[in-house]
């Protein structure tokens, strides 16, 4: 789909919300608190909520079919040893699925193989400190992923820059191949492609708060 641009992509978001009552009486905080008792059983569940790594390597390729009933049980495994035989079906379905999107196959079938047991198996992302990363511009995410996939040497440290419009790599690369980037002419676009505020260069790298007046 030369010279398109996706004007706008909605993503839906599960959030998961917790009430807690609250009481008019002064109440002994000490008194019938299990010193046993973890932070995850506080919380109500155990194990991870979501992993942080590949943006959108949950909510857009596994959560498409909610009838699969495998996205909880993904998000709770440990990032760097997931049971792959669980998810590859899945990833290597919705994989084909984003490449189809422009009517043209751009992944090879040997890189879409490699990438669909990589997020079966692993989900995180791969940082090399030996290498530069340019905060005001920043161009790392996936390309050290994108490059092992090419059989290129990569040039950056990789990871994900706080201020890199992540979604719009994301969608470049799934439907386009990791051939393609998402500063190429005919690039898709979600069509946000800076944050409200950005985030400083040093630690802890927050952006000031958005302003409610």
Known sequence: MNGARLLSLALLGLGLAFAWGCSSEVVDDSSGVDEGISEDEL???RGSVDHAAIVEG????IAGNPT????DPY???DPFKIRSAAYLPTYARRLTQFDDYDNRV???PEQAAAWAARMASANYLVVDTSKPCNFAS???YLEIERAKLTGREHTTCGGRMPNEDALDVTLNFLIRGPEASAQDRDALTDGV???TRWS???FPYLAEMNGIF
């Open 43 to 45: 919380l109500l569940r």
């Open 138 to 140: 920043p161009r790392t």
């Open 68 to 71: 699969d009933g495998i996205l």
């Open 193 to 195: 492609d800076q944050p």
């Open 200 to 202: 400083t260069d040093t």
């Open 75 to 77: 998000n709770q495994e």
């Open 58 to 61: 949950t909510t857009m390729m």
């Open 106 to 108: 751009d992944w090879k």
